[in-house]
């Protein structure tokens, strides 16, 4: 069983900066893919960013290439956001997730390829 929460949400101003932090429980929190994904109210859950096991391979969303930057310190069992110059459009909630498999035929895009999530995080951009 892995646990998962979250923290580091809030309010910002557009331009502004958040570091999310998802700090994990379980003693294989550094065998496996971590991935942010967030959710918009009236909209469908989307994928953010993804890193690889040991932290040396990450991919993004377009949406979100070169503003964020996703990391994460095994020996703290926590996956990190940090998200830069904020937009209206970045408000959402934010959930980090792990990945079930050691493979992905998406580069872990898809959030069926997640098997444990945490609760939740909201991060809400004013204009």
């Known amino acids: 069983q892995v646990q998962l929460v979250e923290s580091g949400g809030g309010l910002v101003q557009a331009g502004g900066s958040l570091r999310l932090s998802c700090a994990a429980s379980?003693?294989?929190?550094?065998?496996?893919?971590m991935g942010w994904f967030r959710q918009a109210p009236g909209k469908e859950r989307e994928f953010v960013a993804r890193?690889?096991?040991?932290?040396?391979?990450?991919y993004y969303a377009d949406s979100v290439k070169g503003r964020f930057t996703i990391s994460r310190d095994n020996a703290k069992n926590t996956v990190y956001l940090q998200m830069n110059s904020l937009k209206p459009e970045d408000t959402a909630v934010y959930y980090c997730?792990?990945?079930?498999?050691?493979?992905?035929?998406?580069?872990?895009?898809?959030?069926?390829?997640?098997?444990?999530w945490g609760q939740g995080t909201q991060v809400t951009v004013s204009s």
């Open positions: 379980g003693r294989t929190f550094s065998y496996y893919v």
């Open positions: 997730a792990k990945a079930r498999k050691f493979y992905s035929t998406s580069n872990f895009i898809s959030d069926d390829e997640y098997d444990y």
């Open positions: 890193i690889s096991s040991n932290g040396g391979n990450t």
